[in-house]
């Protein structure tokens, strides 16, 4: 076997935007979101999405040994965007070839498809916010990448 190769390129994905994220952070308490508190605060909330589609560079990370190939969008959110099979030659994970939010996540953009990171509940606040990410070189045919996000209203990471 070969050892994995780990690699960052930008690429090109047909996008709709979002709109700015309000710079007052919402306070309300209650606010019934799919079964959780709906507590947003300290971050500000996105309500308006984009009609048109555009071609938008985004960083990608790249996993890729003899069976699979997996891109990861630190962008947005350190998704999961895509793992290709290689043996059957299809994707193994739903591959949605457009980012097109919708408003419902808990700060308001959320995309399907993929694979994407909750914590401390479904369609985190950050789940569309970008996170840092980094790849550690090892001696061994092991090549371990992570991404990290901190919430601002919890100190896990």
Not at 6 to 27: L, S
Not at 140 to 152: F, V
Request: proline letters at 8%; hydrophobic letters at 35%.
């Amino acid at each position: 076997m070969t050892p994995v190769k780990v690699w960052q390129e930008r690429v090109e994905i047909p996008t709709y935007e979002t709109g700015p994220q309000d710079i007052h952070p919402m306070f309300l308490e209650n606010r019934v979101y799919q079964g959780s508190s709906g507590a947003v605060y300290p971050y500000g909330v996105t309500d308006t999405l984009s009609e048109q589609k555009t071609l938008k560079s985004w960083q990608a990370v790249w996993l890729e040994n003899d069976y699979i190939k997996v891109m990861i969008l630190p962008e947005l959110g350190g998704r999961v965007h895509r793992a290709w099979d290689k043996v059957k030659q299809r994707d193994f994970v739903y591959h949605n070839e457009v980012i097109k939010p919708a408003l419902v996540g808990l700060l308001g953009p959320w995309i399907s498809g993929g694979i994407e990171f909750n914590w401390p509940q479904h369609h985190r606040p950050t789940t569309f916010m970008p996170v840092d990410f980094t790849s550690k070189p090892m001696k061994t045919a092991h090549k371990p990448c992570g991404s990290a996000k901190r919430s601002r209203c919890t100190v896990y990471r």
